[in-house]
């Protein structure tokens, strides 16, 4: 199963940002003893080298977990960040907004690209340009009646939503048309990485994942 598949048969891409790589490392552990598997660890651009910091966290988790973790690279900007990506070992890269080059090149290296867009144009322009999946971003901030009224002219178009995901959205989300989300604070929570509570971590991962099923499981065809 490649990794656009994983993503939407997972329905569920936990982001990782600003996240120590051994620490990184535990939560991958995590993750995975809830059954999650998609990670997308960000670019932290406000840092001096924003490529070779993240890009060593990518190749670690490589090296630790191989293709146990879906694992793709966030807040991409450019085609060097992607190019980096790629080398390190991530599968596909997420960016906040539309960039065609950015797209293209992600498709060149033979990665899954999902850019980010939020009307209309922007997905369909997205989805033009070789996008396999659109971020829908900020989610929160448009509703989920927007959200079905995109997928209405839009309905070929899988979307992502982040921003505003939590288990009590998640089955609002996939019922408007949404097929798969993204959420980091509400699973990576700061203060659980601080103390090193990762049982805990993985619970919260646990309560996401079992919105998804239960969902899936009401609206089983």
Known sequence: ??????????????ISRGIPTEKLLNCCQALLGAGVCCLESTFDHMLPDPITDNC???RAIRRAFGDKI???????????????????????????????????????????SIPGAMTPSEIGNAWDAGADVVKLFPAD????????????????????ATGGVN???????????????GTGVTVLKKNLIACEDYEAIRDLAHMHKDAIRLW???NAK
């Open 56 to 58: 060593e966290k990518i």
């Open 216 to 218: 899936q499981k009401e």
């Open 141 to 160: 901030d448009v509703g989920f009646h927007y959200i079905q009224n995109l997928k209405g002219p839009l309905p070929h178009v899988p979307l992502m």
């Open 167 to 181: 288990p009590s959205t998640i089955p609002q989300f996939l019922s408007a048309g949404i097929s798969a989300v």
């Open 70 to 112: 879906c694992l793709g690279v966030g807040t991409t900007l450019n085609v060097q960040e992607a190019q980096a990506a790629f080398d390190a070992g991530a599968e596909y890269v997420i960016s906040p907004s539309t960039n065609p080059a950015l797209i293209h090149e992600t498709k060149r290296l033979g990665m899954v």
């Open 1 to 14: 199963m490649g990794s656009k598949e994983r993503i939407l048969n997972e329905k569920l891409v936990i």
